[in-house]
């Protein structure tokens, strides 16, 4: 069980941590919670009965689960390394838990060429003029012993002998060291643990199907690809291996 005299011996900082057994999202919560409280913080919860994933869908989040968001003061001009810092963090938090995933770009964290963990970013703007107050960080991890459903058994794995306390903790720690840590640091840490850099990979640009091999990511974390026909600089989008499709 989500124990906070646990997660508490595990982790340096002293954030407020909530914990939860069911919630629709802990992205959600982060949300309201952040309407009156100006710090940041954290929601983890057990489930979350309507998990988001990026590009509006949904995050298959049954019990048992870890769902975890953080909700931080936004750090202006910097809003690209967030999605740098997530991926980073939990993958240095799980390796922290005795397991090595891979990130592959954005920020999707991957084990023997399987999804184990999704992080959905969101912002927190000001209504008056729109800048950047505050971020949600958002990030799944498959931990749940309960069967994927038909249509992700082949595309996602679940972590086992994850303690999520300790999980919980120590992903709580990283974000904050890379939030804070020099950006050259930041990138090459993510290019350290990305492992599309090599590789063949085939998306969609323009409304077109294109394959290339990944040259490198750049210091806005975009996507080096060199095609046949020249290079083409990715800032968002889903990539996949060739060998996959
Ligand atoms: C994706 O892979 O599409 C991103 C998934 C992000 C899921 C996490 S679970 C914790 C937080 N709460 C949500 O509703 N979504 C994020």
């Not at 949300?31 to 298959?60: I, N, P």
């Not at 003061?73 to 809003?79: C, F, I, L, S």
């Not at 999704?118 to 799944?140: N, Q, T, Y």
């Amino acid at each position: 069980m989500l124990n906070i005299n646990q997660i508490d011996q595990w982790r340096k900082n002293r954030l407020p941590f909530f914990l939860e057994e069911e919630t629709a999202s802990t992205n959600a919560d982060c949300r309201v919670y952040a309407e009156e409280y100006d710090g940041d913080f954290v929601f983890l919860a057990e489930k979350q009965t309507a998990g988001r994933g990026r590009r509006g869908r949904d995050f298959y989040s049954p019990d048992h689960g870890f769902y975890f968001s953080m909700c931080v003061n936004a750090v202006t001009g910097k809003e690209i390394l967030y999605t740098l810092v997530c991926a980073v963090a939990a993958a240095e938090a799980l390796e922290g838990c005795g397991q090595h995933t891979e990130i592959k770009w954005v920020n999707d964290l991957y084990q023997n060429g399987k999804k184990a963990s999704g992080i959905l970013c969101e912002a927190i703007r000001s209504p008056e003029d729109f800048s950047l107050k505050k971020v949600i960080i958002g990030i799944g991890i498959n931990v749940s012993e309960d069967p994927f459903p038909e249509e992700l058994q082949n595309k996602a794995v679940r972590l086992e002998g994850v303690d999520r306390n300790k999980l919980g903790a120590l992903l709580s720690d990283s974000i904050l060291k890379w939030l804070h840590a020099p950006e050259e640091e930041l990138l090459k840490e993510y290019k350290r643990r990305s492992f599309l850099i090599g590789r063949e990979v085939v998306y969609e640009l323009n409304g077109k199907e294109k394959c290339g091999t990944v040259r490198d990511i750049n210091d806005k974390g975009n996507l080096i690809v060199q095609t046949p026909e020249g290079t083409d600089i990715l800032s968002s989008g889903e990539i996949s291996l060739k060998e996959w499709k």
